[in-house]
């Protein structure tokens, strides 16, 4: 069973930084796309980034490309959202997401954390 703990969120103001943490449990974490996803009130949950295994390969959404970077440390299990340059329309819950490589490859969520920009 694989876990997922999200951390970092918090209340920021326009043109400031967060850095998201998500903390997984199992053994399967370098075998896994890791992601980042978010949903604002009353929104469908949306792609932020994703991450390789290895983490060579990287994908941004439109919306966050040069402003947010994703990055894993297989060691620990860990993969981060670095968020600069926030604005007011970045203001969701933000979930972590595991997407096992292997079989069976069903998905993992986060809890979510909440993310909000506001002056």
């Known amino acids: 069973q694989v876990q997922l703990v999200e951390s970092g969120g918090g209340s920021v103001q326009p043109g400031g930084s967060l850095r998201l943490t998500c903390a997984a449990s199992g053994s399967i974490f370098r075998f896994s796309t890791m992601g980042w996803f978010r949903q604002a009130p009353g929104k469908q949950r949306e792609l932020v980034a994703t991450?390789?295994?290895?983490?060579?390969?990287?994908n941004y959404a439109d919306s966050v490309k040069g402003r947010f970077t994703i990055s894993r440390d297989n060691a620990k299990n860990t993969v981060y959202l670095q968020m600069n340059s926030l604005k007011p329309e970045d203001t969701a819950v933000y979930y972590c997401?595991?997407?096992?490589?292997?079989?069976?490859?069903?998905?993992?969520w986060g809890q979510g954390t909440q993310v909000t920009v506001s002056s």
């Open positions: 991450i390789t295994t290895s983490g060579g390969i990287t």
């Open positions: 997401n595991l997407k096992p490589m292997l079989p069976p490859r069903t998905d993992y």
